[in-house]
């Protein structure tokens, strides 16, 4: 389908490089299509099997152009949703992904055209726009619609859309795991009562918090004191795990935490991170298998309590 046929479909609007970002929060629905001929799309199949790259949406390509002449046109589509405008993360794209189907895609490109961008348009959906309320899913169940829509196994898109159920098992899979009968979460339930852990790490707490509160300038506590209540998490997270009689532990750093998120406990916090939140969805649904509970709520999971 043409985006001239497209255009007759939808409301579409052109997005390009002097489209304002929305002034307010907003979701946009939008589709970037690359036109290119048929021996164009063949040439670029070809070269990923000599290099050893097999996609499932290659195969589709070729039964899709198998009656076609190596002239013809043909359009293939990426489908996302964005807080910018499509064009926004069209560049932002071409600069920075670099594994997956679309960048090998757009790095064929580089063989065929100058310029990337110009076998590609954009079009928004402009009946696809809404407010930013991600709370209620609108978005995701859009996206994920107009993926259906187009035809996910032709697409550039890996995943199906939507922030949370991108790998939501299926009955099979569950069977899997559970034929397996792991035991590795129970293994990880308790903190070892050690204590001369808890005592070396009492002092170590102790003297890191005195030095923090004395040096304010040095350390950044003159914004934010190094209460007793954050001291006391540090000594209960700095607590190995007892696992097969042997002290292991988890460590997950990133670059940023707030202290608000530091003195409450969680699980395994996320922010805002969508890469963070799939890991901890997916360690607390293997949790919740592995111990016979009913699976938590996407988002609201929960993995220990350390």
């Given at each position: 389908m043409?985006?001239?046929?497209?255009?007759?479909?939808?409301?579409?609007?052109?997005?390009?490089?002097?489209?304002l970002?929305?002034?307010?929060?907003?979701q946009?629905?939008?589709?970037?299509?690359?036109?290119?001929?048929?021996?164009?799309?063949?040439?670029?199949?070809?070269?990923?099997?000599?290099?050893?790259r097999?996609?499932?949406?290659?195969?589709?390509?070729?039964?899709?152009?198998?009656?076609?002449?190596?002239?013809?046109?043909?359009?293939?589509?990426?489908?996302?949703?964005?807080?910018?405008?499509?064009?926004?993360?069209?560049?932002?794209?071409?600069?920075?992904?670099?594994?997956?189907?679309?960048p090998?895609?757009?790095?064929?490109?580089?063989?065929?055209?100058?310029?990337?961008?110009?076998?590609?348009t954009?079009?928004?959906?402009?009946?696809?726009?809404?407010e930013?309320?991600?709370s209620t899913?609108?978005?995701?169940?859009?996206?994920?619609?107009?993926?259906?829509?187009?035809?996910?196994?032709?697409?550039?898109?890996?995943?199906?859309?939507?922030?949370?159920?991108?790998?939501?098992?299926?009955?099979?899979?569950?069977?899997?795991?559970?034929?397996?009968?792991?035991?590795?979460?129970?293994?990880?339930?308790?903190?070892?009562?050690?204590?001369?852990?808890?005592?070396?790490?009492?002092?170590?707490?102790?003297?890191?918090?005195?030095?923090a509160?004395?040096?304010?300038?040095v350390?950044g506590?003159?914004?934010?004191?190094?209460s007793?209540?954050?001291?006391?998490?540090?000594?209960t997270?700095?607590?190995?795990?007892?696992?097969?009689?042997?002290?292991?532990?988890?460590?997950?750093?990133?670059?940023?935490?707030?202290?608000?998120?530091?003195?409450?406990?969680?699980?395994?916090?996320?922010?805002?991170?969508?890469?963070?939140?799939?890991?901890?969805?997916?360690?607390?649904?293997?949790?919740?298998?592995?111990?016979?509970?009913?699976?938590?709520?996407?988002?609201d999971a929960?993995?220990?309590?350390?």
């Amino acid at each position: 389908m043409s985006d001239d046929e497209l255009k007759r479909l939808f409301k579409l609007t052109e997005s390009v490089t002097n489209t304002l970002r929305p002034s307010l929060p907003r979701q946009t629905l939008y589709a970037r299509s690359y036109k290119l001929k048929v021996k164009h799309l063949r040439y670029i199949i070809a070269k990923w099997e000599f290099q050893g790259r097999y996609y499932n949406e290659s195969i589709v390509w070729v039964k899709m152009t198998d009656s076609l002449d190596p002239g013809d046109f043909v359009f293939i589509r990426y489908i996302r949703i964005t807080h910018r405008t499509g064009i926004q993360r069209c560049f932002e794209d071409n600069k920075n992904r670099t594994f997956g189907l679309l960048p090998a895609f757009l790095r064929s490109l580089d063989d065929l055209f100058e310029s990337r961008q110009e076998s590609c348009t954009c079009h928004e959906f402009v009946d696809g726009s809404l407010e930013d309320v991600d709370s209620t899913g609108a978005g995701d169940l859009r996206e994920k619609s107009l993926i259906a829509l187009f035809g996910h196994p032709s697409l550039l898109n890996k995943q199906h859309g939507g922030f949370f159920n991108d790998c939501v098992p299926s009955n099979r899979e569950e069977s899997l795991f559970l034929s397996l009968e792991t035991n590795a979460f129970q293994l990880l339930d308790k903190f070892s009562e050690n204590a001369q852990h808890r005592s070396d790490l009492q002092r170590w707490a102790e003297n890191m918090q005195a030095y923090a509160n004395d040096n304010p300038e040095v350390t950044g506590t003159s914004r934010m004191p190094f209460s007793d209540e954050y001291r006391n998490q540090v000594i209960t997270r700095g607590l190995p795990v007892v696992m097969a009689q042997k002290l292991s532990a988890l460590l997950v750093f990133r670059e940023h935490v707030p202290m608000k998120e530091m003195i409450e406990v969680y699980g395994l916090w996320v922010g805002g991170s969508a890469a963070a939140t799939l890991l901890k969805n997916c360690l607390s649904r293997l949790s919740a298998w592995e111990n016979d509970r009913s699976v938590p709520n996407e988002g609201d999971a929960k993995v220990g309590d350390a």
